[in-house]
């Protein structure tokens, strides 16, 4: 199983085909908004009439914490080293002009197809599986390219579905590669847009870059700029993933997004009909090994016999996945391991803690405990929950949870982000910038809690109030 895979998985979705955003199934979700039905609409995707609220109101929460534009060939060097690539082939030679008819496309949705297929010249092979684009394979071998942009990913905790128009998927997946979009299965999303109006992305014009913004503000721009962010929001919300990459493509050149819990980092433009950079991309990212692309590799699929036990004792249906992780440190020095089914989480934003909470399953000492995983602000004066855990346990505070496993996620460099550090590099604009960096954390509780909203009875709601009072101002009583 694909480790950022999860229990969610619709398969296709059966969908119109002709152009534009059908019309959804469900009359109380709204049809995305920036995908209108009628194709000549279509053209102005963030005109005033099709823009959606909450797009805009992600695109203005964005803004503080995109770095840019960083050197392609330094992004490329320094999140895909082939030295860190095992085996690595060299895609095949890259001609000039090879994406011409991309260019002279006379609308969006007349990108698509040609962005994908021409770069091997054959255009007009016919396509056994409808919206599946197969003719990159020979730059990105290991990856599936589905034309997704009229057929959504609903599960996504928005009002709307979220439609890429691009998803790409790893092969690993096999026979699972959808014909829509996945959030939960998806490795790489690419928009498409085809006037400078929407391009949220700045070219500075001078060399000095600290007193230069890199995100131009305006309606359409930070529209689209929240459009491409709730991509991102849904995938790693959906996965377990420390980061994702994404690419946004506006008619000529195109820029490499990667998003972690602190900010993202976008390349300068790549003029993609005469450089090669964004073929060399895909040519690396289809071959890097997980933990490059993104996926969290402290999680892995619980062995058969002991899913079945943790599905027991969770009581948790048959057919539910069940993944397993270890936490760096318990009261007695050693790891703990805990078994658990994936979260239910929905974010608005790719940025901040990305809070998990879940019951799991501890095997070593054979009872349920509670799984909190999140990102926890990087600072020399941040004290971590489990140590507060520990210090309200040594003071015999009562109502609190006995805290069992704590500790940061320290076995590899991706679970620390690292857009802080890149936005202080000389080419990066940082007029407005506001990251703080996050590093990823865990820790097990010994008490599970039930939902307040949960309640069997008044009595039962006020005694639980009453305990959590005791516990908060019992250093004051």
């Not at 949705?109 to 003719?135: A, G, W």
């Not at 490795?187 to 085809?194: G, Q, T």
Request: aromatic residues 10%; charged residues 20%.
């Amino acid at each position: 199983m694909n480790q950022a895979g999860s229990q969610r998985h619709s398969g296709p979705q059966v969908s119109s085909l002709h152009e534009g955003t059908p019309t959804t199934s469900d009359p109380a979700r709204e049809s995305t908004p920036f995908k209108p039905r009628n194709p000549v609409e279509r053209l102005f995707s963030t005109y005033t009439r099709f823009r959606h609220p909450l797009l805009t109101s992600i695109g203005d929460e964005l803004v503080d914490s995109i770095v840019g534009p960083m050197p392609t060939q330094q992004f490329l060097d320094d999140f895909f080293p082939i030295s860190c690539i095992p085996g690595y082939s060299r895609p095949r030679t890259f001609r000039k002009g090879c994406f011409q008819t991309t260019l002279d496309a006379p609308d969006e949705l007349k990108m698509y197809d040609p962005f994908v297929s021409e770069c091997i010249n054959c255009r007009t092979q016919h396509l056994s599986f409808p919206h599946k684009i197969e003719s990159i394979s020979p730059f990105a071998p290991q990856l599936c390219f589905v034309d997704s942009h009229c057929r959504g990913d609903k599960d996504n905790g928005y009002p709307f579905e979220t439609k890429p128009d691009i998803s790409i998927y790893h092969q690993s997946l096999g026979d699972k590669v959808p014909a829509s979009c996945d959030s939960s299965l998806i490795d790489v999303h690419i928009e498409f847009k085809r006037y400078t109006w929407d391009d949220p992305f700045g070219i500075p014009t001078t060399t000095s870059r600290r007193d230069s913004a890199f995100i131009a503000a305006t309606p359409n721009k930070t529209n689209t700029l929240g459009q491409i962010g709730a991509y991102a929001t849904s995938q790693l919300a959906s996965q377990f993933r420390t980061h994702c990459y994404s690419v946004y493509v506006n008619r000529d050149h195109a820029r490499i997004i990667r998003w972690e819990r602190d900010g993202a980092i976008v390349t300068e433009p790549i003029f993609y009909n005469i450089d090669s950079a964004l073929v060399r991309f895909f040519s690396r990212y289809s071959q890097a090994p997980p933990g490059l692309r993104g996926i969290d590799t402290t999680i892995s699929p619980a062995s058969t016999a002991e899913a079945k036990l943790a599905r027991s004792k969770l009581d948790l249906p048959e057919d539910t996945d069940m993944f397993q992780t270890t936490v760096p440190r318990t009261t007695d020095g050693l790891p703990s391991t805990v078994i658990f089914a994936r979260p239910d989480v929905y974010s608005t934003t790719p940025f901040g803690r990305a809070t998990r909470a879940c019951p799991a399953y501890d095997p070593k000492r054979n009872c349920v405990v509670f799984l909190k995983d999140s990102w926890h602000l990087d600072g020399d004066d941040i004290i971590p929950e489990g140590h507060i855990y520990a210090e309200l346990t040594a003071s015999h505070v009562p109502n609190v949870p006995h805290c069992l496993a704590s500790g940061d996620m320290e076995c590899s460099p991706h679970q620390k982000t690292q857009t802080k550090k890149y936005s202080r590099c000389r080419w990066a604009c940082q007029k407005d910038l506001e990251i703080t960096p996050h590093i990823h954390y865990r820790l097990v509780l010994d008490l599970v809690g039930a939902p307040l909203t949960t309640f069997a009875s008044s009595k039962e709601l006020v005694q639980a109030i009453h305990d959590a009072l005791i516990g908060e101002l019992y250093p004051f009583i």
